[in-house]
T-cell receptor, first 116, second 112 residues
Framework: GAVVSQHPSWVICKSGTSVKIECRSL??????MFWYRQFPKQSLMLMAT?????????EQGVEKDKFLINHASLTLSTLTVTSAHPEDSSFYIC????????????FGEGSRLTVL | QKEVEQNSGPLSVPEGAIASLNCTYS??????FFWYRQYSGKSPELIMS????GDKEDGRFTAQLNKASQYVSLLIRDSQPSDSATYLC????????????FGTGTQLKVEL
């Protein structure tokens, strides 16, 4: 399966600041990446689909101006949480789909964001 | 709205026993079904995929799919303490593709 690297693993920031999370596909080129968010004791919720060279597709209820996604190359997608607030504290996980387009996903290590 | 339902548990089984995890889904057009294992504080790890009715075995793991009943299960034989984790069921939508809907997960505890 795909090797996916995320950075940083954890970050603590003050309310009102912006935080950037990077997701890299290390062993193959990914035209699509997915960003998920997971609150404690809850399941993964898809936030957006990151598309290389074009705008991201956001799920209903996810603010595109707050969660900026850039997929500038076939191996890198970034998620920027702008003007973070305590309610944005969560576990953010990116994933890369397998080559067969069957729904198989490979996840990065996740980034735990704590907003004070 | 697509739904994937799992019993949150915890499901406790003794070491060496069979653990049975269940999942139901609402989208009858779903084509791909997955089981992910998630350790506390870590990201999910794919352990099984199944696409057609019946059983699929991989080592100690067996996935079972019944599309008529919209039911998918995971059996773990000879359960080990290292199997203690949350198991997430995930399903894609009608037409296939890579957008998955996840259940809330079942916490499994394998006791010595």
């Amino acid at each position: 399966g795909a090797v996916v690297s995320q950075h940083p693993s954890w970050v603590i920031c003050k309310s009102g600041t912006s935080v950037k999370i990077e997701c890299r596909s290390l062993d193959f080129q990914a035209t699509t990446m997915f960003w998920y968010r997971q609150f404690p004791k809850q399941s993964l919720m898809l936030m957006a689909t990151s598309n290389e060279g074009s705008k991201a597709t956001y799920e209903q209820g996810v603010e595109k101006d707050k969660f900026l996604i850039n997929h500038a190359s076939l191996t890198l997608s970034t998620l920027t949480v702008t003007s973070a607030h305590p309610e944005d504290s969560s576990f953010y996980i990116c994933s890369v789909p397998g080559l067969a387009n069957t729904g198989e996903l490979f996840f990065g290590e996740g980034s735990r964001l704590t907003v004070l | 709205q697509k739904e994937v339902e799992q019993n949150s548990g915890p499901l406790s089984v003794p070491e060496g026993a069979i653990a049975s995890l269940n999942c139901t889904y609402s989208d009858r057009g779903s084509q791909s079904f997955f089981w992910y294992r998630q350790y506390s504080g870590k990201s999910p790890e794919l352990i099984m995929s199944i696409y057609s009715n019946g059983d699929k075995e991989d080592g100690r793991f067996t996935a079972q799919l019944n599309k008529a009943s919209q039911y998918v299960s995971l059996l773990i034989r000879d359960s080990q303490p290292s199997d203690s984790a949350t198991y997430l069921c995930a399903v894609n939508g009608e037409g296939g593709g890579n957008k998955l809907t996840f259940g809330t997960g079942t916490q499994l505890k394998v006791e010595l």
